[in-house]
């Protein structure tokens, strides 16, 4: 057993507060006394403990045991008291045997018993204490005696003997004290769990009660008690449950037991019902019933629920109220339904009155403006005198400004009504930037005014978007700039804001040096029908359409508008849009120089810094070296002082400079070379005949007009320094070379006489052999009949009898004339009218007024049998590219090779000699095929001869290769000799270019 670290024993704790001071132990102590005196008095005296010394002891002995049994009385048992008490007796009892002169027996059992008396009343404490105590004296007490002579050898035996009387007394009192911890054990954990069940019984949520088998509430909580108002002693074993439940609820209950009860279910657990307080107040609570069989009790817990329950009925009441009032509202409701329905039948019908009446109009105007537009066009190309031009260009241009009045409210109604949609197609940001710019060209000159081009050099080349809106608001922007500005420059830049993995977000801006807009008429500048200038003697004209169309489209291509402005100081329109980037689209340069012209200095003479820094960017971006000068005689210190090192080998000259003009620099710099003088190339924003001639005069070698667009100059330079460049056009130019469309057969389909005619002047003045219909059905049978040939149908959509959509879907299914290209040419242009054509099987849509440009370019896109004799190639089909330009030797496509090795001449220029060089024999090895008629063999060189001249762009190879391969398949022994001898001369022809190249341009030799 474990040793308490504590100054009090269980059992003397207990001792002491249960009971006062055991008095049997003090009569043992004055009965063991007794027989002393005794005993004293019948055996000789002692030799070890005379008899005074022995009545001394004793009187000492009941001295102390009189004052421990008063502090153990007064401070209770303090197991130091008790300790001292137990030293005591022991003492007492080896005194005895000391002092027993013969026998010791009676004595030794005297010492027994004081030890066995003491552990029986003390525990195993007060055992150990007086067995260890014991186990020290009596070898002690045995010394003393056997020195004296006074120790018997049988005393071994009875010494012996008590060992065993106390080890068997321990083992008792063992079991007893073992038994007595675990009855102290049980008792305090019993103690515990009635404490917890108690505190969870009084502490629980609700009213709990403990319930006999006969109904009676044994136990019951607090909480129980301020449910029912009855306390404790008024409740427990003295009421069954069932009387505080009113009379209906507890018939109910009884019914659902009985009623569980014979469908074999289990008895209710959960019941509602409504208790009867002790004051007559009924409330509604829970009770949840759970049953012990063993103890035969059962536990409820019992809750009141009267809130709840009043709340229900109050929701219930809400409920119904609710419900009415649902009811009330919606017959309202219904009839402001029916009501609305009938507003928006009139709504949709005043819209298809809207919509019906801007077609309608749109129409009849575009209709005779076409007339008047192209009867301008065809009169200016008629001999008049400088009035009449005048007049006539006064009245194109005025009608012109109508069309575009007519196009803005259209479009804004488009936008209005939600109806505006964008394309998602690839688009060349730069050819847009500079198509709005030649829109301006004409202005440009009228008002004296420069136009900037500005596009950073890591705007992306092409990107997914939509072109027309795009190109719509840089006009827009574009437009009011050049209304607003009548001196200084109109800067149209681009820039990159930031470049994601798939999203570009580029930054527009079109900047002026006009009259500027105050700050309080910036916050209505975007908002429809607004201007700065709102004054009934407005100076400029415009309805404020035009920027309130561009707000409407920005958003629509991801990006944000705003203006920077300054009275006095000019404009700067912004916005920003996001765009697809194309896939596998590189940024940059599409070609690059020579490494013969890299590095070379160049000299850029403009008084406009503007367009002096853009040139620069655009030189070093090329490879130039570049210096600039503001004026023509800063322009000449700089060429004199070149000539003595590092000539220039370029000069870009502006003509109007002040003081000595550019004309003047130039003839100047040419009178000041002795040798070879560098190539000159004159700009102007201008461009008079007069300008460009007196430039060729004093020695300019080209001349470009402002604003100067990157891939123009680079064209340019390219020729000046040795390429030849054949340009091919996108689509949408109508730009028209000479007899273009010469042979062309085409049928007009137009019931307006004048339309009819001023459409067959424009196409017959390009060549064109023009037939005519009245109507779709007219149509029908022209193109049924005998020699109805053509190669594309321009087709009106309002028209009598049977209008264009109709003729349409009649030529594709009735005439099965699939292949035939059907233009529409329509003074329609609302929304939906382009798709409804397209729809009908018709191939494009041109609207009125007919825009001759617009309209060659639809009828470039769609007769696909033409080839232009000025184009070189077939003329290609992406939107985003207006003008490409391919730089071309005798026998080699340059621009295709270089696009091979991404613009490294380089190494285009070791592929094109190893190329030469592995089919310098190919005459030989093809006369030997023949010989042998191994015509597989043979067709087979010739693929792998066509692969790598088309890889290489040596097109006249590749072109011979192919129809010599075709040769061998067929067998066709006499067609290969045939056309062996074109194929040397195709790879002679391509060596010498090759060598030209290798030669003047990559600075190698073969």
């Not at 074993?237 to 009884?254: N, P, T, Y």
């Not at 409330?283 to 012990?292: H, M, T």
């Not at 607004?530 to 920027?547: F, I, M, V």
């Not at 007009?705 to 000046?720: A, C, G, H, R, Y």
Request: net charge negative; hydrophobic share 40%.
């Amino acid at each position: 057993m474990q040793i308490k670290h504590n100054n009090h024993d269980p059992s003397v704790s207990e001792w002491g507060h249960r009971r006062p001071v055991p008095a049997l132990q003090y009569f043992i102590r004055a009965s063991l006394l007794l027989f002393w005196a005794v005993y004293w008095s019948a055996v000789p005296a002692s030799a070890i403990i005379s008899d005074s010394v022995a009545l001394a002891l004793v009187l000492f002995y009941i001295v102390i045991q009189g004052l421990l049994a008063f502090l153990l009385r007064d401070q209770g048992p303090s197991w130091a008291v008790v300790r001292v008490t137990l030293f005591a007796d022991l003492s007492l009892a080896w005194i005895v045997w000391l002092y027993d002169p013969s026998m010791p027996p009676p004595l030794m059992l005297y010492t027994v018993i004081v030890i066995v008396g003491n552990a029986i009343q003390y525990g195993m404490r007060a055992f150990r204490l007086l067995v260890s105590a014991t186990f020290v004296m009596a070898p002690l007490s045995i010394g003393i005696r056997y020195a004296c002579g006074q120790f018997r050898p049988t005393e071994y035996f009875l010494l012996f003997f008590c060992v065993v009387i106390i080890w068997y007394v321990y083992k008792f009192i063992d079991r007893i004290e073992a038994f007595r911890q675990d009855t102290i054990r049980r008792t305090e954990a019993l103690t515990q769990s009635e404490r917890k069940y108690r505190s969870i019984f009084e502490n629980t949520g609700g009213g709990a009660i403990i319930v006999e088998d006969n109904l009676v509430i044994s136990q019951a909580n607090a909480r129980f008690e301020k449910i029912t108002g009855f306390n404790r002693d008024e409740i427990e074993g003295k009421v069954r449950w069932i009387e505080f439940v009113v009379a209906e609820d507890l018939q109910r209950m009884r019914r659902d037991h009985i009623d569980r009860v014979k469908k074999g279910e289990d008895s209710p657990r959960k019941y509602e019902f409504r208790l009867v307080r002790k004051d007559g107040e009924v409330i509604d609570v829970f009770s949840e019933v759970n049953y012990d069989p063993v103890a035969r009790i059962s536990v409820a817990s019992v809750i009141d629920i009267s809130l709840r329950k009043q709340a229900e009925r109050d929701l219930k009441d809400a409920h119904d109220l609710l419900e009415q009032r649902v009811d009330e509202r919606t017959s309202e409701l219904m009839e402001a339904n029916r009501q609305l329905k009938i507003a928006k039948e009139a709504a949709d019908e005043s819209g298809r009155a809207k919509s019906q009446f801007l077609a309608n109009m749109s129409h009849e105007i575009r209709t005779p403006m076409n007339a008047i537009i192209g009867m301008c066009d065809l009169v200016l190309g008629t001999d008049l005198s400088s009035k009449q031009k005048e007049y006539i260009n006064i009245v194109r241009s005025s009608s012109r400004s109508l069309l575009v009045l007519i196009n803005d409210i259209l479009d804004f109604s488009k936008i209005d009504a939600g109806k505006l949609d964008l394309e998602t197609i690839p688009v060349s940001l730069r050819d847009v930037v500079e198509e709005v710019a030649d829109m301006f060209l004409e202005k440009t000159i009228d008002k004296d005014l420069e136009l900037i081009i500005d596009i950073a050099d890591d705007v992306p080349r092409k990107v997914i978007s939509d072109p027309l809106r795009l190109r719509q608001v840089l006009a827009n922007l574009t437009s009011n700039a050049f209304k607003f500005t009548n001196h200084g420059e109109i800067c149209l830049s681009v820039r990159t804001d930031s470049v994601g993995e798939k999203v570009a977000k580029l930054h527009f801006s079109v900047r002026d040096t006009g009259i500027g807009i105050d700050s309080d008429k910036r916050g209505t500048l975007f908002d429809a029908f607004a201007q700065a200038d709102g004054s009934t003697t407005r100076k400029y004209g415009g309805t404020g359409l035009g920027l309130a169309i561009c707000r409407k489209i920005v958003p629509m291509l991801g990006g944000r508008i705003w203006v920077e402005s300054q009275p006095g100081k000019g404009s700067n329109f912004q916005f920003t849009m996001e765009a697809q980037l194309m896939p596998f689209e590189t940024q940059g340069k599409e070609i690059a120089l020579p490494p013969k012209l890299q590095g070379r200095k160049v000299l850029v003479v403009d008084d406009n810094p503007s367009t002096l820094m853009v040139l620069k960017r655009y030189m070093e971006n090329f490879g130039f070296r570049t210096e600039m000068a503001h004026t023509a005689e800063q322009a000449l210190h700089h060429y004199q002082r070149s000539l003595l090192k590092d000539p220039f080998a370029l000069v870009i000259m502006d003509i109007r400079l002040p003081g000595m003009d550019g004309v003047e620099a130039v003839a100047h710099m040419k009178s000041q070379t002795e040798g070879p003088s560098p190539s000159v190339i004159c700009i102007s924003a201008y461009g008079r005949d007069l300008e460009v001639e007196r430039a060729k005069k004093m020695g300019a070698d080209s001349f470009l007009m402002k604003p100067i667009k990157q891939s123009v100059l680079f064209d340019t330079l390219m020729e000046l320094f040795g390429f030849k460049a054949v340009r091919r056009f996108h689509d949408s130019q109508g730009l028209v070379s000479d007899n273009e469309f010469a042979g062309l057969n085409l049928l007009l389909v137009e019931d307006n006489t004048i339309n009819q005619m001023v459409a067959v002047e424009i196409l017959k003045s390009v060549g064109m052999t023009v037939t005519t219909a009245e109507n779709g059905r007219e149509a029908l049978e022209k193109i049924r009949g005998i020699g109805g040939v053509y190669d594309a149908v321009l087709m009106d959509v309002q028209m009598p009898e049977m209008d264009g959509l109709e003729a349409s879907r009649q030529i594709r299914k009735t005439l099965c004339k699939e292949d035939l290209p059907i233009i529409a040419m329509t003074a329609h242009a609302m929304y939906g009218d382009r798709e409804r054509c397209l729809a009908s099987g018709m191939n494009d849509y041109v609207p009125k007024p007919i825009d001759r440009n617009e309209l060659f370019a639809a009828i470039r896109r769609n007769v696909f049998r033409y080839k232009g004799p000025s184009m070189g190639i077939q003329p290609h089909h992406t939107v985003s590219e207006s003008i490409g330009t391919q730089y071309m030797l005798p026998g080699i496509n340059i621009s295709q090779g270089l696009a091979l090795t991404q613009g490294e001449w380089g190494l285009y220029g070791d592929s094109l000699f190893r190329f030469l060089a592995t089919y310098d024999d190919v005459g030989l090895v093809m006369r030997q095929h023949m010989d042998r008629e191994s015509f597989g063999e043979m067709a087979e060189a010739l693929h792998l001869l066509g692969k790598e001249a088309t890889k290489l762009s040596v097109i006249h190879v590749a072109t011979g290769a192919e129809a010599m391969k075709e040769a061998a398949i067929a067998c066709d022994r006499g067609r290969c000799r045939d056309l062996l001898s074109p194929l040397e001369a195709s790879l002679l022809e391509a060596s010498a270019s090759a060598r030209d190249l290798l030669l003047t341009h990559c600075n190698r030799c073969l």
